[in-house]
């Protein structure tokens, strides 16, 4: 359990001057102070749903960025793992081991210059409600005094999502999680479009969106587009 | 069992607490209980700060005297209120003091046989959730010590209490977070749905559902879910559109219409 008075210390400095600054992203700062804290080269920091769904929220530059993309797309990788396990994933040489478990994200990441990465589960009790992703362009692990660090801005995390959500008139999404619900709305609607085109649940309809998306080397918002434009169309 | 052996007991029973799902008002009475062995006193009350604000009471042993503690709620008086208010202890006020400071309370507290009270906060880093009043039916000074026991005891408590109400709102938190994430996904994919059964656009597609959920007084969130269970028949005459590919009146049900689906999981 993570001494608590350092997650509050933690949220402290990213919500100094929140009040007088409107609508700034909390979470996009505390990607940031993540950043700053640790030898680390970036962060990110995406919601989960029990239902196997993600978003980002924010990441500290494009590569963190990729490492959610790539996850999402290729329904695998670290962080998927990390939640449902409920336990820190870390991958101190990412091309060990890592290429084994989850291939084509490890190739992907490789290529962007990920050397190791590092994902901590958002948990509250058994829920889990999101992932931070930590990464760095060289291998090498994480220290002790780290680790204790960056379990410390997962937990800020996990209490920013809550918060969010406590600043939300229910059944609403907060606005820095619907981003991502915007931008990916199309790959959920082609999901739809698929499972009737051919007659299957939405979870292997998905699956097939992605290994079409693969197997044409394109990003499955690229296919989803072609889909829900009827210029793709399943046949089965 | 020695003295020690009880208050060794006590602990673990408040610090499992901290562990175990466990009945907020049954630790209480526990906590009342022991105070009233191990302090001897004889009456100890515990109220707990509501949500609005204002305080509650929630244990009290023995039960008769119970109605003395609600007298002090009533009539916002007493030492338990003070102690709240403040987070300090107030104990051992000569006879005099607890006259001037609490008149109506303390002249209740005499007629129902009791002399002496003295209240300990439930704190914790700041935070008074609610406060502890020891009552004795003899002119008692409570000693050091056993206001140090007493106030160990309520903290214990106070962790599990506070620790409990976090978890709670946390967890609500979680579960609505996770609803209205997974919600919005839902809708998205049944617009792809019914946009592929209808033969029309997602944007198209939004619209009759939006159209459905208002004329039936339901949620989006709902009809989306009946349209990828496949539970609702919409798409044809309900929703205002021709389904695609089928004749708009081959065996269809005037009020609901359509035709029959696969639940789409």
């Not at chain 1, 929220?57 to 290729?74: I, K, R």
């Not at chain 1, 992907?108 to 931070?132: D, H, K, R, Y």
């Given at each position: 359990?993570?001494?608590?008075?350092?997650?509050?210390?933690?949220?402290?400095?990213?919500?100094?001057?929140?009040?007088?600054?409107?609508?700034?992203?909390?979470?996009?700062?505390?990607?940031?102070?993540?950043?700053?804290?640790?030898?680390?080269?970036?962060?990110?920091?995406?919601?989960?749903?029990?239902?196997?769904?993600?978003?980002?929220?924010?990441?500290?530059?494009?590569?963190?960025?990729?490492?959610?993309?790539?996850?999402?797309?290729?329904?695998?990788?670290?962080?998927?793992?990390?939640?449902?396990?409920?336990?820190?994933?870390?991958?101190?040489?990412?091309?060990?081991?890592?290429?084994?478990?989850?291939?084509?994200?490890?190739?992907?990441?490789?290529?962007?210059?990920?050397?190791?990465?590092?994902?901590?589960?958002?948990?509250?009790?058994?829920?889990?409600?999101?992932?931070?992703?930590?990464?760095?362009?060289?291998?090498?692990?994480?220290?002790?005094?780290?680790?204790?660090?960056?379990?410390?801005?997962?937990?800020?995390?996990?209490?920013?999502?809550?918060?969010?959500?406590?600043?939300?008139?229910?059944?609403?999404?907060?606005?820095?999680?619907?981003?991502?619900?915007?931008?990916?709305?199309?790959?959920?609607?082609?999901?739809?479009?698929?499972?009737?085109?051919?007659?299957?649940?939405?979870?292997?309809?998905?699956?097939?969106?992605?290994?079409?998306?693969?197997?044409?080397?394109?990003?499955?918002?690229?296919?989803?587009?072609?889909?829900?434009?009827?210029?793709?169309?399943?046949?089965? | 069992?020695s003295r020690e052996s009880q208050i060794g007991r006590l602990f673990v029973t408040l610090a499992d607490t901290l562990v175990d799902d466990?009945?907020?008002?049954?630790?209480?009475?526990?906590?009342?209980?022991?105070?009233?062995?191990?302090?001897?006193?004889?009456?100890?009350?515990?109220?707990?700060?509501?949500?609005?604000?204002?305080?509650?009471?929630?244990?009290?042993?023995?039960?008769?005297?119970?109605?003395?503690?609600?007298?002090?709620?009533?009539?916002?008086?007493?030492?338990?209120?003070?102690?709240?208010?403040?987070?300090?202890?107030?104990?051992?006020?000569?006879?005099?003091?607890?006259?001037?400071?609490?008149?109506?309370?303390?002249?209740?507290?005499?007629?129902?046989?009791?002399?002496?009270?003295?209240?300990?906060?439930?704190?914790?880093?700041?935070?008074?959730?609610?406060?502890?009043?020891?009552?004795?039916?003899?002119?008692?000074?409570l000693a050091e010590a056993d206001i140090a026991l007493g106030q160990a005891l309520a903290d214990v408590a106070t962790i599990g209490l506070l620790q409990q109400r976090a978890i709670r709102e946390q967890s609500l938190l979680a579960e609505q977070l996770q609803?209205?994430?997974?919600?919005?996904?839902?809708?998205?994919?049944?617009?792809?749905?019914?946009?592929?059964?209808?033969?029309?656009?997602?944007?198209?597609?939004?619209?009759?559902?939006?159209?459905?959920?208002?004329?039936?007084?339901?949620?989006?969130?709902?009809?989306?879910?009946?349209?990828?269970?496949?539970?609702?028949?919409?798409?044809?005459?309900?929703?205002?559109?021709?389904?695609?590919?089928?004749?708009?009146?081959?065996?269809?049900?005037?009020?609901?219409?359509?035709?029959?689906?696969?639940?789409?999981?």
């Open positions: 359990m993570i001494s608590s008075d350092r997650v509050a210390h933690v949220l402290a400095d990213v919500q100094a001057d929140v009040e007088t600054v409107a609508g700034v992203q909390v979470v996009g700062r505390l990607v940031n102070a993540c950043q700053q804290a640790l030898p680390i080269t970036g962060a990110g920091l995406s919601w989960l749903t029990d239902h196997g769904q993600r978003g980002l929220v924010a990441a500290t530059d494009t590569t963190a960025q990729l490492v959610e993309e790539l996850q999402f797309s290729l329904g695998e990788g670290p962080c998927i793992e990390s939640s449902q396990s409920r336990r820190p994933v870390l991958l101190p040489d990412l091309t060990r081991l890592a290429s084994q478990r989850w291939p084509a994200f490890t190739a992907g990441a490789l290529g962007a210059g990920v050397a190791a990465i590092f994902a901590f589960p958002l948990q509250v009790g058994a829920i889990s409600v999101g992932v931070m992703d930590m990464y760095r362009d060289v291998v090498g692990p994480l220290s002790v005094a780290d680790l204790a660090e960056a379990s410390a801005f997962a937990s800020a995390g996990t209490i920013m999502l809550l918060h969010l959500q406590a600043s939300t008139r229910y059944p609403d999404v907060h606005p820095f999680l619907a981003t991502s619900l915007i931008s990916r709305a199309e790959v959920h609607q082609a999901t739809g479009m698929v499972a009737v085109q051919m007659d299957v649940d939405l979870g292997t309809a998905l699956v097939l969106l992605r290994s079409r998306a693969y197997a044409a080397d394109r990003d499955i918002v690229d296919i989803a587009h072609d889909v829900v434009n009827r210029r793709i169309r399943f046949e089965p | 069992m466990f009945d907020v008002v049954e630790l209480l009475h526990t906590l009342a209980e022991a105070c009233v062995e191990l302090l001897d006193v004889d009456a100890v009350g515990l109220m707990l700060a509501d949500l609005r604000g204002g305080i509650q009471l929630v244990a009290f042993s023995p039960e008769s005297l119970q109605s003395l503690e609600m007298f002090e709620l009533q009539v916002d008086e007493g030492p338990c209120l003070d102690s709240f208010r403040t987070g300090e202890a107030v104990v051992n006020m000569s006879i005099t003091n607890a006259l001037q400071r609490w008149p109506r309370f303390t002249a209740e507290a005499h007629a129902a046989g009791i002399v002496a009270t003295h209240a300990l906060p439930l704190r914790l880093r700041g935070e008074i959730i609610g406060a502890m009043n020891l009552m004795s039916a003899s002119e008692q000074m609803t209205a994430l997974n919600s919005r996904v839902m809708i998205e994919q049944a617009k792809g749905v019914l946009a592929e059964r209808t033969g029309t656009t997602p944007a198209e597609a939004f619209r009759d559902l939006r159209r459905y959920a208002r004329s039936s007084g339901t949620t989006l969130a709902s009809v989306a879910h009946a349209v990828i269970e496949g539970t609702l028949e919409t798409a044809s005459q309900s929703l205002g559109r021709a389904p695609f590919g089928r004749s708009a009146t081959a065996g269809v049900d005037s009020r609901l219409g359509g035709f029959a689906q696969h639940p789409i999981h």
